[in-house]
């Protein structure tokens, strides 16, 4: 397809368990972003990867927390040891980062995660 | 520290009404956009404003960039129920050129009801 996709589109695990989330970007998109939104809330930044640069991981909540984009295409979004707290959708955009542009981004349908 | 503020948070309005919502920075920004997401799935772009005290106009909603490129408004007239969701603003930094990630306000929840 054209846009963003993400699998699983749900997820319900349990309280320790680890979990891999993963995004396919629009092809020739050299930014991707990761975002967790809880319910009723707005996008809460995770992760940003821009080409071969060093990934902006300041959003990450914890150490539990990691992710990995191979070269310009998928990404996978891990949580170990998930904790009820970390039930959210979380979400993956993309975007031609470019000097000229305006960074729009296009987003993913996201994952809902449970964690009971 | 966020560095968009979106007011209301929360707004529940009746079907043909009008409203604006606002989006806030001590920052200067190079652009802005505005995103509406629906639920259960992910926000679509709307708008990118550029220029300072640039008005975009598309159908019923009216975007506005502030003179000094730190503040922006959403104008919504006549309400529909179609137009329930989440919107959110985004920022875009830019230092010399080199492109920046964008930063996103903490959204305004509309509801619009018959």
């Known amino acids: 397809g054209a846009g963003v996709s993400q699998s699983p589109s749900n997820k319900v695990t349990e309280k320790g368990k680890d979990v891999e989330l993963r995004c396919d ?11 967790r939104q809880r319910l009723g809330q707005g996008l809460e930044f ?6 071969n640069s060093a990934p902006d991981k300041s959003g990450l909540p914890s150490d539990r927390f990691s992710a990995e984009r191979t070269g310009e295409s998928v990404s996978t979004l891990t949580i170990q040891r998930t904790q009820q707290e970390d039930s959210a959708v979380y979400l ?3 975007s031609i980062d470019l000097s000229y542009s305006y960074n729009e981004q296009f987003f993913g349908p996201g994952t809902r995660l449970t964690v009971l | 520290t966020q560095l968009l503020e979106q007011s209301p948070q929360f707004l529940s ?19 802005l956009q505005w995103y509406r997401q629906e639920p259960g799935e992910g926000p679509v772009l709307l708008v990118t ?3 300072g005290g640039e008005v975009k106009k ?6 506005q960039f502030g003179d000094a490129r730190k503040d922006s408004s959403l ?18 930094l830019r230092y010399a050129g080199t492109a920046s990630k964008l930063t996103f306000g903490t959204g305004t929840r509309l509801q619009v009801t018959l």
Do not use: M
């Not at chain 2, 598309?58 to 975007?63: A, D, I, P, S, W």
């Open chain 1, 92 to 94: 993956c955009a993309s």
């Open chain 2, 49 to 51: 404003v550029v220029t």
């Open chain 2, 75 to 92: 104008h919504i007239t006549a309400a529909q129920p179609g137009d329930t969701g989440l919107y959110l603003c985004a920022g875009l």
């Open chain 2, 58 to 63: 598309l159908k019923r909603l009216t975007f």
């Open chain 1, 25 to 35: 970007p629009i092809s020739g998109h050299t930014a991707l972003y990761w975002y």
């Open chain 2, 13 to 31: 309005i009746q079907e043909g009404e009008n409203l604006t919502v606002y989006c806030n920075s001590s920052s200067v920004f190079s652009s």
């Open chain 1, 46 to 51: 995770l992760i940003y990867f821009q080409g």
